[in-house]
């Protein structure tokens, strides 16, 4: 059974900082491709960021050079370091793995950038 534990989040200013972490159980994120994705109120769930199992990234546009998406292999965590924060970037955001056509999400973690 696959069972992603998301943590971090919260509320920072605009330009602050926040990583989010992502641990897994029944799978090795060393494995699967993992993604972190986002989805604001009204709006789409969209990919923010990717790693793939041999650590090459992409990354979402309006991120790129702000987020940075990395694997701890020996803690089977996936974290996304989010700096230079906007408030364009609130949204719930949730890791994701889909190994064999099975998705599975974390449970979500809010992140409010705001003044």
């Known amino acids: 059974q696959v069972h992603l534990v998301q943590s971090g989040g919260g509320l920072v200013q605009p330009g602050g900082s926040l990583r989010l972490s992502c641990t897994a159980s029944g799978i090795r994120f060393s494995d699967v491709a993992t993604g972190w994705y986002r989805q604001a109120p009204g709006k789409q769930r969209e990919l923010v960021a990717s790693i793939l199992t041999r650590g090459g990234t992409n990354y979402l546009a309006s991120v790129k050079g702000r987020f940075t998406v990395s694997r701890d292999n020996a803690n089977n965590t996936v974290y996304l370091q989010m700096d230079n924060l906007k408030p364009e970037d609130t949204a719930v955001y949730y890791c994701?793995?889909?190994?064999?056509?099975?998705?599975?999400w974390g449970q979500g973690t809010q992140v409010t950038v705001s003044s």
């Open positions: 994701h793995v889909d190994p064999a056509g099975n998705d599975y």
